[in-house]
Protein backbone atom coordinates (compact mmCIF):
# COMPACT_ATOMS: atom_id res chain seq x y z
CA UNK A 1 0.00 0.00 0.00
CA UNK A 2 2.92 1.91 -0.15
CA UNK A 3 3.74 1.72 -3.12
CA UNK A 4 4.16 4.87 -5.58
CA UNK A 5 0.55 5.71 -7.23
CA UNK A 6 -1.79 4.54 -4.34
CA UNK A 7 -3.52 6.95 -2.45
CA UNK A 8 -6.18 6.41 -0.28
CA UNK A 9 -9.41 8.65 0.77
CA UNK A 10 -11.16 7.72 3.64
CA UNK A 11 -15.53 7.52 2.50
CA UNK A 12 -17.16 8.78 6.23
CA UNK A 13 -20.98 7.25 5.60
CA UNK A 14 -24.42 8.90 6.57
CA UNK A 15 -23.81 7.76 10.37
CA UNK A 16 -20.57 9.55 10.11
CA UNK A 17 -18.42 6.65 10.43
CA UNK A 18 -15.08 5.44 9.01
CA UNK A 19 -15.47 2.28 7.50
CA UNK A 20 -14.39 2.42 3.81
CA UNK A 21 -11.68 3.58 1.65
CA UNK A 22 -11.65 5.40 -1.74
CA UNK A 23 -8.38 3.67 -3.47
CA UNK A 24 -6.97 5.04 -6.44
CA UNK A 25 -4.20 2.64 -9.04
CA UNK A 26 -2.40 5.71 -10.71
CA UNK A 27 0.41 4.03 -12.81
CA UNK A 28 1.14 1.57 -10.20
CA UNK A 29 3.63 -1.36 -10.76
CA UNK A 30 2.83 -4.48 -8.50
CA UNK A 31 6.27 -6.42 -7.88
CA UNK A 32 5.11 -10.46 -9.08
CA UNK A 33 5.86 -11.68 -5.59
CA UNK A 34 2.50 -10.10 -4.66
CA UNK A 35 0.62 -11.67 -7.14
CA UNK A 36 -2.29 -13.71 -5.89
CA UNK A 37 -3.82 -16.64 -7.82
CA UNK A 38 -3.13 -17.24 -11.35
CA UNK A 39 -1.99 -14.05 -13.65
CA UNK A 40 -5.29 -12.11 -15.42
CA UNK A 41 -7.32 -14.17 -13.20
CA UNK A 42 -8.05 -11.22 -11.17
CA UNK A 43 -11.60 -11.10 -11.25
CA UNK A 44 -12.29 -14.63 -10.83
CA UNK A 45 -10.69 -14.37 -7.85
CA UNK A 46 -12.47 -10.64 -6.96
CA UNK A 47 -15.74 -12.35 -8.24
CA UNK A 48 -15.05 -15.35 -5.65
CA UNK A 49 -14.38 -13.41 -2.58
CA UNK A 50 -17.70 -11.70 -2.97
CA UNK A 51 -19.67 -14.23 -3.35
CA UNK A 52 -18.29 -15.78 -0.27
CA UNK A 53 -18.53 -12.17 1.46
CA UNK A 54 -22.11 -12.06 0.09
CA UNK A 55 -23.23 -14.84 2.69
CA UNK A 56 -23.86 -12.12 5.45
CA UNK A 57 -23.43 -14.38 8.37
CA UNK A 58 -22.25 -11.80 10.21
CA UNK A 59 -25.17 -9.72 9.46
CA UNK A 60 -27.53 -12.95 10.16
CA UNK A 61 -26.08 -13.04 13.89
CA UNK A 62 -26.57 -9.06 14.42
CA UNK A 63 -29.96 -8.55 13.20
CA UNK A 64 -30.60 -11.59 15.82
CA UNK A 65 -29.59 -9.59 18.12
CA UNK A 66 -30.95 -6.39 17.12
CA UNK A 67 -34.03 -7.69 17.46
CA UNK A 68 -33.81 -9.47 20.70
CA UNK A 69 -32.57 -6.08 21.77
CA UNK A 70 -36.30 -4.63 19.96
CA UNK A 71 -38.26 -7.17 21.47
CA UNK A 72 -36.55 -6.50 25.30
CA UNK A 73 -37.24 -2.81 24.77
CA UNK A 74 -41.55 -3.70 23.81
CA UNK A 75 -41.87 -6.10 27.03
CA UNK A 76 -40.15 -3.81 29.28
CA UNK A 77 -42.13 -0.15 28.20
CA UNK A 78 -45.45 -2.98 28.56
CA UNK A 79 -44.36 -3.72 32.69
CA UNK A 80 -45.88 -1.44 35.25
CA UNK A 81 -48.42 1.41 34.96
CA UNK A 82 -46.96 3.08 32.06
CA UNK A 83 -47.97 0.38 29.43
CA UNK A 84 -46.25 1.12 26.37
CA UNK A 85 -45.21 4.77 27.51
CA UNK A 86 -42.19 4.99 24.95
CA UNK A 87 -43.61 2.13 22.10
CA UNK A 88 -44.95 4.08 19.16
CA UNK A 89 -47.94 3.06 17.84
CA UNK A 90 -48.92 0.44 20.66
CA UNK A 91 -51.78 -1.54 19.91
CA UNK A 92 -51.81 -0.75 16.68
CA UNK A 93 -49.69 -3.37 15.10
CA UNK A 94 -46.48 -3.97 17.23
CA UNK A 95 -46.58 -7.41 18.12
CA UNK A 96 -48.05 -9.02 14.85
CA UNK A 97 -44.97 -6.71 13.25
CA UNK A 98 -42.46 -8.19 15.93
CA UNK A 99 -43.67 -11.81 14.76
CA UNK A 100 -43.55 -10.55 11.11
CA UNK A 101 -39.60 -9.53 11.92
CA UNK A 102 -38.95 -12.54 13.38
CA UNK A 103 -40.24 -15.05 10.92
CA UNK A 104 -38.16 -12.75 8.22
CA UNK A 105 -34.80 -13.10 10.69
CA UNK A 106 -35.11 -16.58 10.46
CA UNK A 107 -35.45 -17.10 6.82
CA UNK A 108 -32.44 -14.86 6.74
CA UNK A 109 -30.76 -17.01 9.15
CA UNK A 110 -31.31 -20.22 6.82
CA UNK A 111 -30.63 -18.22 3.32
CA UNK A 112 -26.74 -17.42 5.35
CA UNK A 113 -26.68 -21.93 6.83
CA UNK A 114 -27.02 -23.29 3.26
CA UNK A 115 -24.33 -20.89 1.95
CA UNK A 116 -22.13 -21.59 5.08
CA UNK A 117 -23.17 -25.18 4.13
CA UNK A 118 -22.07 -25.30 0.58
CA UNK A 119 -18.73 -23.78 1.56
CA UNK A 120 -18.37 -26.73 3.95
CA UNK A 121 -18.69 -28.97 1.13
CA UNK A 122 -15.96 -27.34 -0.96
CA UNK A 123 -18.44 -25.73 -3.22
CA UNK A 124 -18.37 -22.16 -4.52
CA UNK A 125 -21.37 -20.36 -3.94
CA UNK A 126 -22.75 -17.98 -6.27
CA UNK A 127 -26.27 -17.06 -6.67
CA UNK A 128 -26.77 -18.84 -3.11
CA UNK A 129 -24.92 -15.79 -2.07
CA UNK A 130 -26.60 -12.98 -4.11
CA UNK A 131 -30.11 -14.21 -2.11
CA UNK A 132 -28.76 -14.00 1.19
CA UNK A 133 -27.49 -10.77 0.36
CA UNK A 134 -30.19 -8.45 -1.25
CA UNK A 135 -32.29 -10.38 1.89
CA UNK A 136 -30.13 -9.42 4.45
CA UNK A 137 -29.49 -6.09 2.80
CA UNK A 138 -32.92 -5.10 2.73
CA UNK A 139 -34.63 -6.52 5.93
CA UNK A 140 -32.11 -4.77 7.75
CA UNK A 141 -33.57 -2.48 6.58
CA UNK A 142 -36.67 -3.16 7.72
CA UNK A 143 -35.73 -3.77 11.04
CA UNK A 144 -34.55 -1.01 11.64
CA UNK A 145 -37.38 0.85 10.42
CA UNK A 146 -39.46 -0.83 12.64
CA UNK A 147 -37.62 0.00 16.15
CA UNK A 148 -37.34 3.74 15.34
CA UNK A 149 -41.00 3.78 14.56
CA UNK A 150 -42.00 1.91 17.86
CA UNK A 151 -39.63 4.00 19.82
CA UNK A 152 -40.76 7.29 18.08
CA UNK A 153 -38.55 10.29 18.14
CA UNK A 154 -36.64 8.38 20.80
CA UNK A 155 -35.58 6.16 18.25
CA UNK A 156 -33.88 8.93 16.26
CA UNK A 157 -31.36 10.01 19.24
CA UNK A 158 -28.04 8.77 18.73
CA UNK A 159 -26.00 7.53 21.69
CA UNK A 160 -24.40 10.08 23.99
CA UNK A 161 -28.11 11.33 24.37
CA UNK A 162 -29.31 10.55 27.93
CA UNK A 163 -32.57 10.29 26.00
CA UNK A 164 -31.92 7.64 23.79
CA UNK A 165 -33.47 4.19 23.69
CA UNK A 166 -31.03 1.05 23.57
CA UNK A 167 -28.06 3.67 23.45
CA UNK A 168 -29.00 4.80 19.81
CA UNK A 169 -28.87 1.54 18.14
CA UNK A 170 -31.41 2.21 16.07
CA UNK A 171 -30.69 5.35 14.87
CA UNK A 172 -27.11 4.09 13.76
CA UNK A 173 -28.61 0.84 12.00
CA UNK A 174 -30.89 2.95 10.26
CA UNK A 175 -28.31 4.87 8.97
CA UNK A 176 -25.83 2.40 8.24
CA UNK A 177 -28.76 -0.12 6.59
CA UNK A 178 -28.94 2.09 3.77
CA UNK A 179 -25.83 1.54 2.06
CA UNK A 180 -26.03 -2.40 2.87
CA UNK A 181 -27.90 -2.23 -0.41
CA UNK A 182 -24.93 -1.08 -1.96
CA UNK A 183 -21.78 -2.39 -0.62
CA UNK A 184 -20.08 -5.79 -2.13
CA UNK A 185 -22.96 -5.06 -5.21
CA UNK A 186 -26.22 -3.56 -5.11
CA UNK A 187 -29.51 -5.34 -4.88
CA UNK A 188 -30.32 -4.85 -8.33
CA UNK A 189 -27.40 -6.60 -9.12
CA UNK A 190 -28.15 -9.33 -6.84
CA UNK A 191 -31.17 -10.13 -8.32
CA UNK A 192 -29.60 -9.78 -12.31
CA UNK A 193 -27.17 -12.85 -10.91
CA UNK A 194 -30.39 -14.87 -9.35
CA UNK A 195 -32.16 -13.94 -12.33
CA UNK A 196 -29.53 -15.51 -14.54
CA UNK A 197 -27.23 -17.70 -12.79
CA UNK A 198 -30.06 -19.10 -10.61
CA UNK A 199 -33.00 -19.27 -12.75
CA UNK A 200 -31.03 -19.36 -16.29
CA UNK A 201 -33.17 -16.00 -17.33
CA UNK A 202 -31.82 -14.24 -20.25
CA UNK A 203 -30.23 -10.96 -19.48
CA UNK A 204 -33.35 -9.18 -21.07
Known amino acids: MDAPGISVRPLVNMAGEHVFNEIIFDNVRV ?9 NRGWYIGMTTLDFERSNISSAAQQR ?28 GVKPKLAELTIENEVGRYLSYRVA ?6 QIPNYESSAAKVYHSEYGQRLAGAGLKMMGLF ?3 REGSKHARLRGRFAR ?26 LGLSRI
Open 155 to 157: GQL
Open 117 to 122: SMQERG
Open 173 to 198: TYLTSVGSTIAAGTSEIQRGIIAQRG
Open 65 to 92: RTLEQLVEYVKEQGSGNKKHAHVNGAGN
Open 31 to 39: PRKYLVGEE
